[in-house]
């Protein structure tokens, strides 16, 4: 899909340099890099090479997201994982929301995958279920980011396309069949209080996906866009303790 209107102030996609470790990070819906952007840095700051594509149709106008499909947003986040592994020996892939959707697909696709992290991810979205098969109006009014922490200012539109809803109910609708087909190790975030996505999304994941390593990790102080909210260092923190042991492990197997 080609995009007509010009990329957002801030909403770029952005690339930091690191180690042999790479992270993927992928934004929501209606969402853009720079929701994920602190998360991005501090990972640097850690030494990882981190790289945050910016969705198709995501960061420019609601126009060029109503065009697009789910299958535009898995193609860019699958570029982003085939720059990373040019550079980086180990691949973990982090998405917040429907990029927790999309990354769940693409550790579907990609076995070799080191783990998979998920923050609030999408399967169910109350909020848009009276929009199914509607196809009246063609825009919605879109209401302002879940965060509980106060003057935070998240890059989104105004507006909502019903035709990009039916999109994002069509993935969340095919994701659940895969989940047994996905063995990596898992770290799974979710807000003890979501607006947008029940926290059962992640109970139900954390139940059917096929993974031996798997755990979750209650935000008590964030809601749905946990990567900009109270709990971001948590996040980092936690995800960070898990790569550090998971390699441990590997360099003790090998001595």
């Known amino acids: 899909m080609k995009e007509i209107f010009p990329v957002m102030e801030g909403a770029e996609s952005f690339f930091l340099k690191g180690n042999e470790i790479g992270l993927l990070l992928s934004h929501g819906f209606m969402g853009t890099p720079q929701s994920v952007q602190y998360l991005g840095e501090k990972f640097s700051e850690l030494g990882y090479t981190v790289y945050a594509p910016r969705l198709t149709g995501h960061g420019t106008a609601y126009q060029d997201l109503e065009n697009a499909t789910y299958v535009d947003w898995f193609l860019e986040l699958e570029k982003g994982y085939h720059l990373l592994k040019k550079q980086c020996s180990t691949i973990y892939v982090m998405g917040q929301s ?5 990354t769940l ?7 070799d995958i080191n783990g998979i992290m998920l923050i609030n991810p999408a399967l169910t979205l109350p909020n848009y279920e009276k929009w199914n098969g509607k196809q009246e109006p063609k ?5 302002a980011p879940d965060i509980k922490l106060n003057d935070v200012h998240e890059i989104t539109y105004p507006k909502v396309p019903l035709q990009a809803i039916h999109q994002l109910q069509e993935l969340m609708k095919k994701t659940p069949e895969i989940l047994p087909t996905i063995k990596v190790p898992i770290l799974a975030f979710k807000s003890a209080i979501d607006h947008v996505v029940p926290p059962e999304n992640t109970k139900y994941i954390y139940e059917k996906i096929g993974s031996v390593e798997k755990e979750v990790v209650t935000l008590h102080n964030s809601y749905h866009v946990a990567s900009m909210d109270h709990d971001r260092d948590k996040i980092i923190a936690q995800t960070h303790y898990c790569i550090q042991r998971k390699i ?6 090998l001595s």
Do not use: F, I, N, Q
């Open 98 to 102: 429907m990029g927790g959707t999309l």
């Open 248 to 253: 441990s492990e590997r360099v003790k197997k």
């Open 139 to 143: 825009y919605l009014d879109e209401t």
């Open 105 to 111: 697909w693409l550790a579907h696709k990609y076995k």
